[in-house]
T-cell receptor, first 111, second 114 residues
Framework: KNEVEQSPQNLTAQEGEFITINCSYSVGISALHWLQQHPGGGIVSLFMLSSGKKKHGRLIATINIQEKHSSLHITASHPRDSAVYICAVTDRGSTLGRLYFGRGTQLTVWP | NAGVTQTPKFRVLKTGQSMTLLCAQDMNHEYMYWYRQDPGMGLRLIHYSVGEGTTAKGEVPDGYNVSRLKKQNFLLGLESAAPSQTSVYFC?????????????FGPGTRLTVL
């Protein structure tokens, strides 16, 4: 049983397309994180949110706490957006502030 | 600031050999974590540390040991490597057990055990 589920697993898009990646979770959370992992590279944090919506450049993250669901949107996608996008949640019930990770969504954007 | 660094970046071991992975952070973070990442699976917590001199087991601790003798360093040891430990290992750190717990990740170490 995975506490965090992402969809789709793989996503291919043409440059300029609008992209949505979804994340559902089953635990009570204090925050949800969207992370980006480039091939051969490390993992960087894109967003950390606990309610509403956040925007950074062409990236938008939304969360619906009642439905236990978050989406990551990329507007006007570009080949440099090609990466694995990982959803993670901070377990509210954990004294460690334990993170649970989704399996990731592999995004490929073609020129 | 270098952030979180890991050495080595790549390593190939034979079954039964031992090695130590080093993680260093220069952000004065209290909390440090070791994860492994395997194909088709999310990151899984191996061990963690909530401060200098303290360590604890995570989700998949078997076959690994850790030490945190200095606040800035977190070492992950494999005493007798097994092929099942072939993986990419990530170290992370965070400032505190704040409610949100934003973690900063190192670049990863790709380990192959033959």
């Amino acid at each position: 049983k995975n506490e965090v589920e992402q969809s789709p697993q793989n996503l291919t898009a043409q440059e300029g397309e609008f992209i949505t990646i979804n994340c559902s979770y089953s635990v009570g959370i204090s925050a949800l994180h969207w992370l980006q992992q480039h091939p051969g590279g490390g993992i960087v944090s894109l967003f950390m949110l606990s309610s509403g919506k956040k925007k950074h450049g062409r990236l938008i993250a939304t969360i619906n706490i009642q439905e236990k669901h978050s989406s990551l949107h990329i507007t006007a996608s570009h080949p440099r957006d090609s990466a694995v996008y990982i959803c993670a949640v901070t377990d509210r019930g954990s004294t460690l502030g334990r993170l649970y990770f989704g399996r990731g969504t592999q995004l490929t954007v073609w020129p | 600031n270098a952030g979180v660094t890991q050495t080595p970046k790549f390593r190939v071991l034979k079954t039964g050999q031992s090695m130590t992975l080093l993680c260093a952070q220069d952000m004065n973070h209290e909390y440090m974590y070791w994860y492994r990442q395997d194909p088709g699976m999310g990151l899984r917590l191996i061990h963690y540390s909530v401060g200098e001199g303290t360590t604890a087991k995570g989700e998949v601790p078997d076959g690994y040991n850790v030490s945190r003798l200095k606040k800035q360093n977190f070492l992950l040891g494999l005493e007798s490597a097994a092929p099942s430990q072939t993986s990419v290992y990530f170290c992370a750190s965070s400032y505190s057990l704040a409610w949100a717990n934003e973690q900063f990740f190192g670049p990863g170490t790709r380990l192959t055990v033959l």
